[in-house]
């Protein structure tokens, strides 16, 4: 029977081991598995900037799972460079009228208000988007664009440090979620 000989792992080896495994995990971005939550404060449409500006709830680049206790408000989103930004909004439930939820984008003017912002999506361009809750779809809309669907993209080019508000509405007294992923 002969015998066996166990090899001693160096202390070096395994620093440079665990070394190479830091340096690895700090090269993936933080977006890549980050998700935030957020809740939305309740907020009406309006157009007046310094009302908005109150109670916008501020979203970041990666996947956002959104709550709106009221199933209205605004977000805001300032780009961090220039680029061509892509909102996608899905997994919509809640909502007290699911035939009615959008989501409306709009730019700041120079007059302490907003305007709408349009933005590119399957069928054209538009400054809605609609959507459906609860897996609900819509078959009796002829433009490809106004038929709400359970997930809908809206891409758009900022400059860096423009920004971006976003009005959503699925009525006005139920609760909503939503997820949002900007890229």
Same mark, same amino acid.
């Given at each position: ?26 090269? %993936?971005?933080?977006?890549? !598995? ?8 309740? =907020? ?12 916008? /709830? ?10 709106? +206790? ?30 009615? %939820?959008?989501?409306?984008? !709009? ?6 208000? %907003? ?30 664009? !106004? +038929? ?13 440090? =423009? /920004? %971006? !508000? ?18």
């Amino acid at each position: 029977m002969g015998a066996t000989t166990a090899r001693a792992i160096s202390p070096v080896k395994v620093f440079a081991v665990l070394l190479a495994l830091v340096v690895a995990l700090a090269f %993936i971005p933080s977006a890549a !598995y980050a998700v935030t939550s957020k809740t939305v404060k309740k =907020q009406g449409f309006t157009t007046e900037l310094n009302v908005i500006k109150k109670k916008a /709830t501020t979203v970041k680049k990666g996947t956002t799972k959104l709550t709106y +206790k009221a199933g209205q408000g605004y977000l805001k989103f300032t780009a961090t460079k220039t680029k061509k930004y892509k909102f996608t909004y899905s997994n919509v439930t809640g909502g007290n009228n699911t035939s009615n %939820i959008y989501v409306s984008f !709009y730019s700041p003017t120079n007059y302490n208000s %907003i305007t709408s912002k349009k933005v590119r999506t399957n069928g054209g361009k538009d400054s809605t988007l609609w959507l459906s809750a609860n897996g609900h779809t819509f078959s009796n809309y002829s433009n490809a664009l !106004y +038929k709400p669907i359970p997930k809908r993209a809206g891409t758009v080019k900022l400059k860096k440090g =423009q /920004t %971006i !508000y976003m009005y959503f509405n699925s009525g006005y007294s139920a609760r909503t979620k939503a997820k949002l992923v900007i890229k």
